[in-house]
């Protein structure tokens, strides 16, 4: 498999699926099923305090000054969530759609924001879990494994703003999609029937993820 528009390749991404799946003797090693079935409120599309902690399910930290930052950001991220269209997957979104994903992140470029050690992958495992077939993961990890030139150049560089970056990268990762979409549907059909279903986007976070911690 071949991702980053061409600049990575993965092998055997079905073994890191597993892996990233399976249980282990005495519990879980990653996320699955907790962050992808969390439940925090009766409308799923509705951001509540409870969304806020979903990310220490992902390794981050969430802290009483991230909880702050985070609570008094919740109306603008809201509003941007509100903006996007119901029931559409990143590999079939059109450009309007690809920038409405990429604004979600306009708050980083806040100075009053900039400070306060919320960055874009808190902000991402926050609102993924909102739309997880519309809006990506992403760490460092993701940052990483699509910097490239012929991909997405390193950001915030040169002044580029975080909705510039994010635009970047939601279109790689949507090439990606278009590119093996047999494949992450094939992926995405090796979650348990008994846990939460996930996306082909959330599949995708999963083999970049498992391919950079190897």
Known sequence: MKLA????????????????LGPRKRGLRYAYPYYDGLVTNDDPDLLCTGDLLAPSLLGVHVDVDRMHTL???TPLLQRALDKL???IELIEADEVTLDLVAAL??????????????????IAKVLHRKRPALVPL???KV?????????VPPSPRDGRSWRQ????LVRAMQYDLRENAEEFRRLAALVPSTGPQVTPLRMLDVVVWMSSAV
């Open 165 to 168: 970056y994010m635009g970047l």
């Open 143 to 151: 940052r990483i494994f699509y910097q490239h030139e012929d991909c």
């Open 5 to 20: 528009k061409g600049t990575r390749e993965v092998f055997d991404a079905e073994s890191l699926v597993e892996e990233y």
């Open 85 to 87: 269209p119901p029931g």
């Open 138 to 140: 992403f760490d460092s």
């Open 105 to 122: 992140y306009d708050p980083l470029d806040d100075p009053d924001v900039s400070d306060r050690d919320v960055k874009g992958s808190l």
């Open 71 to 73: 609570t008094a950001l």
